[in-house]
């Protein structure tokens, strides 16, 4: 068996973020967040502000996924970088998801969305751990030239053109 | 005059992107994000997709100068954490700004945007450089009982309670 690069294993912890919320494993949640009494982990899901803490960050995932019966993640654009301890992941979450319905039994209407993600690992013993994620809506889609590596934003609409 | 530590120093770099954008100012722009051949950096701006490398970051912060006649930052709830060579900041920007009015000279209607932003750093030999700015816009208010550390979401509507 070969062994693995620091990118490859940073990768499939960056994976198995999101197998544990198509799974809706808390557990295997909560064991893939850093837990370091020195280091604050935080968390920012699409639209939320900054959640901080194992405490708070965990409770959250547990709300989101006793509201959400179906969801699954289609990562594209994934890219990382490791720079000794710390790695960075960017990647973009072609999400499909449904809420329960009202009526019991029965799911929710599929929705899809669009959500870019920055998440920070740091290597511990135990290995690579979530120290930072934030997950954001693309609210408009880049033109068609964005592929060769044009930086204009979503058409142009200067509301969207604040850092 | 008292050395600073480096959280210190991590939060006047933190402070001087903001400063930056506020008096347009691309050449400090550029200065304050990190210039490694061996690490590529990589910026989200609130409902836009991930750019990544200094060339597609520097020129979308060009855009939104061009873009911006007047912008104001207040950070609130600004925390800071350093482990070894790498610094995470999480802060909420409470945002003021004016486009280009349709009449030459005049300033558009002023806005007010809710945004969080992570923001990680890196220690380089020239001080803390921007390895990756994650900015998004907050959708919903949080319940008054947000400060009591209860992780619930905007108004819990499931819509926003994807990661």
Not at 47 to 75: C, H, K
Not at 83 to 91: E, F, G, K, L, N
Not at 136 to 152: H, I, K, N, Q, T
Request: glycine letters at 8%; charged letters at 25%.
């Amino acid at each position: 068996m070969t062994s693995l690069t620091d990118s490859e294993r940073v990768a499939l912890a960056n994976t198995a973020l999101y197998e544990a919320m198509e799974q809706g494993d808390h557990g295997a949640m909560s064991r893939l967040w850093l837990d370091d009494p020195d280091l604050e982990v935080s968390c920012v899901h699409p639209g939320w502000p900054v959640l901080r803490g194992r405490g708070e960050v965990l409770r959250s995932y547990a709300l989101i996924m006793a509201n959400t019966d179906y969801i699954q993640f289609f990562l594209t654009d994934v890219e990382v970088s490791v720079m000794s301890d710390t790695a960075m992941v960017t990647c973009t979450e072609n999400i499909l998801s449904g809420a329960p319905a009202e009526e019991e039994g029965q799911l929710g209407p599929l929705v899809g969305q669009l959500v870019v993600a920055t998440n920070v690992f740091r290597r511990t013993e135990d290995g690579w751990k979530v120290w930072a994620h934030h997950g954001s809506p693309v609210l408009a889609e880049r033109d068609d030239d964005a592929a060769a590596g044009d930086a204009e934003g979503p058409d142009d609409d200067p509301d969207q053109l604040l850092p």
